[in-house]
């Protein structure tokens, strides 16, 4: 299937000779996909809804609330998703843009930054979680959090300071917080550069969370086969 990747950022360009930049990382992640990329971030948008069979949207260093021309127009992107009734998979940023465009309320955490390996509890299991498991241990890099859902929207995971670790929006539409898509070696180096502005002890906190099994594999997986639609 052709999938859409809806680029919401860049990586810096010092990492990117050991990292690639998000395409390459995302092209690792979902090796089985035939993505085009957009860099929406740069203005770059699909010029029809029907050129990609599904589209998935990238983390950001931007919010969601931010009064950017190039995030006004993708959440008009994503309601045009929306009514089409295309498959959407929503990561970090992405999730949170997924809850804005649709009637939800995005801003950020009341307990502050979510990083390193954080463990999502399922609380609804659907039949493309498969094979289940009740947990999974997923990295994270956020600040903002989904605080209102919009319609027609169930939550099907948390973690203990993200209540909105991961929904649906009707049968179609998928946003989750935390970057399957990142490696262990990369969300420490994200942490180690933001000390500043998260604060020592929750950077020491991160990196040590970095030595619990990570369920990324499996969690991509499971966005196969809803995207896929497999019943």
């Known amino acids: 299937m052709k999938v859409g990747l809806l680029l919401c950022d860049h990586v810096r360009p010092e990492f990117r000779d050991e990292f690639g930049d998000y395409p390459a990382i995302f092209q690792r992640a979902w090796s089985t996909f035939d993505f085009e990329v957009f860099a929406v971030c740069d203005g770059q ?41 295309k498959y959407f998979l929503g990561v970090c940023f992405g999730h949170q843009l997924l809850a804005a465009a649709l009637g939800g309320e995005v ?35 956020c600040q903002d959090q989904v605080h209102v859902l919009p319609p027609n929207a169930t939550v099907l995971a948390s973690t203990p300071a ?18 399957p898509e990142f490696s262990k070696a990369y969300d420490q180096l994200l942490m180690e550069t933001r000390i500043d502005r998260m604060g020592a002890k929750t950077v020491e906190q991160g990196v040590a969370s970095l030595s619990l099994p990570l369920d990324a594999e499996k969690f991509i997986q499971w966005t196969l086969r809803f995207l896929s639609a497999v019943d």
């Open 162 to 179: 993200c209540p909105v670790g991961i929904f649906r929006v009707g049968q179609r539409m998928l946003g989750v917080q935390a970057h």
């Open 45 to 85: 948008f699909p010029s029809s809804v029907d050129i990609c069979d599904a589209y998935i949207a990238t983390g950001s260093s931007h919010s969601v609330y931010e009064e950017l021309d190039w995030v006004i127009q993708l959440q008009q992107f994503i309601r045009d998703i929306h009514q089409s009734e």
């Open 107 to 141: 801003k950020k955490a009341q307990s502050g930054w979510s990083v390193g390996i954080q463990t999502f509890t399922i609380s609804q299991q659907e039949a493309w979680m498969d094979p289940f498991q009740t947990r999974l241990n997923l990295l994270m890099m």
